[in-house]
């Protein structure tokens, strides 16, 4: 059985709602959740994936909000905690969802020691 819990793990901004509604709509796509999940990582922290998903495990955690049902696993829960995932229209960027973690462990530069594996040329803020 799926492990239903009561309070939001992270927030979902009115505009990702709308975007996830509307394309689980225009798809269909009844019985289908938002799962969100760690898709990787590196020196600037983990880097985070969605898909509209209708699998889920007994040991996968899911919520719903505003009508909206989300699915995490357990690896992925713990770097979720207290984030937001929203969706934005930037001119320049184009359309998409962004997904911002306190927890997603941005990487730090060695300084005066030595470099790090990126040899400092990634772009973190560090």
């Known amino acids: ?19 996830v509604k509307d ?27 969605m898909a509209l998903d209708n699998q889920f495990r007994e040991i996968d955690t899911t ?26 229209n930037d001119p320049q960027h184009g359309n998409g969802f962004a997904i911002t973690s306190p927890n997603a462990g941005k990487h730090e530069h060695a300084h005066g020691g030595g470099e790090c594996a990126c040899g400092g040329s990634c772009a973190c803020n560090s």
């Open 63 to 88: 919520f719903e909000t505003d009508g909206v049902k989300v699915v995490v696993d357990e690896i992925s829960i713990d770097y979720l905690r207290d984030a937001t995932v929203d969706f934005v």
């Open 23 to 49: 394309i689980l709509t225009q798809r269909n796509l009844e019985g289908y959740a938002l799962r969100v999940y760690v898709a990787g990582g590196g020196c600037c922290g983990v880097n985070f994936g």
């Open 1 to 19: 059985m799926l492990q239903q819990i009561e309070t939001h793990l992270f927030t979902l901004t009115p505009a990702a709602t709308k975007a």
